[in-house]
Structures are given as structure tokens and as C-alpha cells.
Antibody, heavy 119, light 105 residues
Framework: EVQLVESGGGLVQPGRSLKLSCAAS????????MAWVRQAPKKGLEWVAT????????YYRDSVKGRFTISRDNAKSTLYLQMDSLRSEDTATYYC????????????WGQGVMVTVSS | IQLTQSPSLLSASVGDRVTLSCKGS??????LAWYQQKLGEAPKLLIY???SLQTGIPSRFSGSGSGTDYTLTISSLQPEDVATYFC????????FGSGTKLEIK
């Protein structure tokens, strides 16, 4: 069974940093591109970043470029999102998601982790 | 590509045939998926590549469309289908629609 479990969320002040983790199991992690998707409270879904199966390619939405870094450790089957220079508008539930082979929709999602940016 | 979903709120009766719309600002080339999100839960994939049903999803869900216009149809609405439905395009960038909230009348 595919499982994605996020951790590392919490309350952080504007301008500070936070690192999210996503532990994957139930599939060969190193075979799949992975993504982070977020959802602000009572709002819609927003793709944040994608990383290729081997970590060689990364893609970001414009509003997080230069502030967020997606990475992975295939030996640990873990996906990461390093978030620096956080802003109030980054407040959201962050979901880890798997892209199936050859496509960029997400077929499996974690349960999400809340990040609140507030002073 | 911007995605516009309509209606934003839909109220229907159990057993009704329900149609949700998603319109792109440009050609999506059938790279269109649909997600269901129930209150307090993560999104769940229903349909990918316009009309392919994800494993384990009931056959009352179906997708269709081409070009800029796409549709999710529920052939016979069930109480457990109460949720918000999002379309998502992966043809040019990665963007979600704003969602259609589906309620039981």
C-alpha cells in the first residue's frame, strides 16, 4: 500500500525557515517524480514544486522560487521541502504527492501538514 | 493556463446525474485530471488524462472533453459524493481550478 507521511509543520515567524519531510513507503520511491502541493485555509489547491525521480531536475511555482528548495533522499525514501524567508501567504496545509510515470498529475497524496506563518 | 470551474456550488438530489465543468484559458490537450476532496481530507484522484478512471474509483464517475472544455459526470449521485471537486491541468505548467462544492439537496 502506498503511504506518504508528512512531518515538520508548525508555527513560524515571518522571515524564518522551516523544513518539511515526507516519508514514503509501499512503492519504489526512486522510480517516481514527487511533488509538494499546498492549500491555504478555506482555499483551493496550489502546486508548489516538483522533483524528478533522481533529483536532477526541480521545478517551482514563481511565488516560491528562490525561497523554497525541494530535495529527496532516495536511500531513505524521503522527500523534503526547505522553506526559507517565509511569508504570511505561505500559511497552508502542505501535501506530499506522487507523480505517476511519464505524467505530472498526482496519484497518491499524504494526509498533509499545517504550516502557519505568523508573528 | 488558467482553469475556470463551474458552477462553484452545486446542490443536487441523490440519484441525480451531475455534471461539473472545467474550462481552460488555452488548449489542454487532454492533460486534465479530476480530484475529489472531502472535508478535512487530502484530495483523491478520480480521473486522469481526461477520461481514465483511477483504480478503485466507482464507475459512476466519468470524464470527457477536449481542447479547452472538460466535464466530470457523476451518473447517479450518492450521499458519499458530497465533496469539493477540483480539475487540474498538466499540459502547460501545473494548475488547479478553483473547485466546485457539491451538496445534497
Amino acid at each position: 500500500e502506498v503511504q506518504l507521511v508528512e512531518s515538520g509543520g508548525g508555527l513560524v515567524q515571518p522571515g524564518r525557515s522551516l523544513k518539511l519531510s515526507c516519508a514514503a513507503s509501499g512503492f519504489t520511491f526512486s522510480d517516481y517524480n514527487m511533488a509538494w502541493v499546498r492549500q491555504a485555509p478555506k482555499k483551493g489547491l496550489e502546486w508548489v514544486a516538483t522533483i524528478s525521480y533522481d533529483g536532477s531536475s526541480t521545478y517551482y511555482r514563481d511565488s516560491v522560487k528562490g525561497r523554497f528548495t525541494i530535495s529527496r533522499d532516495n536511500a531513505k525514501s524521503t522527500l523534503y521541502l526547505q522553506m526559507d524567508s517565509l511569508r504570511s501567504e505561505d500559511t497552508a496545509t502542505y501535501y506530499c504527492a506522487r507523480h505517476p510515470a511519464h505524467y505530472y498529475y498526482s496519484d497518491y497524496w499524504g494526509q498533509g501538514v499545517m504550516v502557519t506563518v505568523s508573528s | 493556463i488558467q482553469l475556470t470551474q463551474s458552477p462553484s456550488l452545486l446542490s443536487a438530489s441523490v440519484g441525480d446525474r451531475v455534471t461539473l465543468s472545467c474550462k481552460g484559458s488555452q488548449n489542454i490537450n487532454n492533460y486534465l485530471a479530476w480530484y475529489q476532496q472531502k472535508l478535512g481530507e487530502a484530495p483523491k484522484l478520480l480521473i486522469y488524462n481526461t477520461n481514465s478512471l483511477q483504480t478503485g474509483i466507482p464507475s459512476r464517475f466519468s470524464g470527457s472533453g477536449s481542447g479547452t472544455d472538460y466535464t466530470l459526470t457523476i451518473s447517479s449521485l450518492q450521499p458519499e459524493d458530497v465533496a469539493t471537486y477540483f480539475c487540474y491541468q498538466y499540459n502547460n505548467g501545473l494548475t488547479f481550478g478553483s473547485g466546485t462544492k457539491l451538496e445534497i439537496k
